[in-house]
């Protein structure tokens, strides 16, 4: 009998401690990692002379090697990327917490925190220096969004550093938002378009104040049967930018391979024309281009990336 009860017991510690334990695991934070390796090889030429160089053509460096993680539990969570361009220096480009006590509220802190400000065409919600940033949900779609950068050292409360942004998803359809950017001082409006299958729009167009200066973009593409054809076009006022720009690119996806070609002009006359293939097996892909610029140069190469 104190044999039974005993084993009795044990079983019932046992079936406890499992279920603690399948609670705990329902409960942890989930740890998620990935990464990426760019990097390639470049000739540069000219009617003098030729150049080769360590370059990789999607990020503008030699080579970058990308680590990301995240920890995400129900109520709160980490975030951090770091990378390197040369081997030696590692720089954090992402490192911030988040936080949702509900589930129309979360607060974001840190290194990297997304832009709920950024324009359609630069990304609704890419990453940016550091700050806070609140984000209010109170319906399905729609989207208030406060942002204060802050620096690494003390400075006094500027109001004016504050941004916002209001935005309105509709799932599949459509996207429009307006914001205010309180560091660069400028009011946007944009829209992102889904509505036709394999038709995509992006517009924005930015005003600055401070200056009285305006751009505005235009990235639209159409995709049927592999192929697609794309346009982006700007203009502008702004100090540095030609009036006006526009680049036509057309691709076709067969398989493992997107064979491209573009051609760019812009108002100041100066143009650039090239074309280009990837090839794509699984994470990994390999991309060749060659490009010619209207000051009689080129730049020809071939770039990888290796992801996990």
Request: hydrophobic share 45%; with cysteine.
């Amino acid at each position: 009998m104190k044999r039974i009860t005993l084993l009795a017991v044990v079983a019932l510690l046992a079936l406890s401690v499992s279920g603690v334990v399948a609670f705990a695991d329902d409960m942890a934070p989930a740890l998620a990692f990935s990464g990426s390796l760019y990097s390639g090889l470049q000739f540069n030429g000219s009617s003098t002379a030729v150049t080769a160089k360590l370059y990789d053509q999607t990020n503008g460096d030699a080579e970058d090697f990308w680590l990301d993680g995240a920890l995400a539990g129900k109520m709160a969570g980490l975030k951090f990327e770091i990378y390197t361009t040369d081997g030696a220096t590692v720089v954090t480009d992402v490192l911030n917490g988040w936080w949702k006590p509900i589930d129309m509220l979360t607060i974001s802190g840190g290194i990297g925190v997304g832009d709920l400000y950024t324009t359609p065409i630069e990304g609704w919600d890419s990453s940016s220096g550091s700050g806070w940033q609140v984000a209010i949900v109170p319906i399905t779609g729609l989207q208030l969004g406060v942002w204060y950068a802050a620096t690494t050292t003390a400075a006094t409360a500027d109001i004016m550093q504050l941004s916002g942004t209001l935005s309105y998803d509709m799932a599949n359809i459509a996207k429009v938002g307006v914001g205010y950017a309180g560091g660069l001082q400028y009011l946007w409006a944009g829209f992102s378009l889904e509505a036709v299958a394999g038709l995509k729009t992006n517009v924005d167009f930015e005003y600055y104040g401070a200056t009285s200066l305006y751009r505005g973009e235009l990235d639209a593409g159409y995709t049927i049967s592999g192929i697609s054809a794309n346009v982006w076009a700007f203009d502008s006022t702004k100090v540095g930018d030609a009036a006006w720009g526009v680049k036509p690119y057309v691709s076709y996806a067969a398989g493992m391979f997107t064979p491209g070609a573009y051609f760019e002009y812009n108002a100041d006359a100066s143009y650039s024309m090239g074309v280009n293939c990837s090839v794509a097996v699984e994470k990994q892909t390999i991309y060749f281009y060659f490009d010619y610029q209207s000051a009689q140069t080129w730049d020809g190469g071939i770039n990888f990336k290796m992801a996990f």
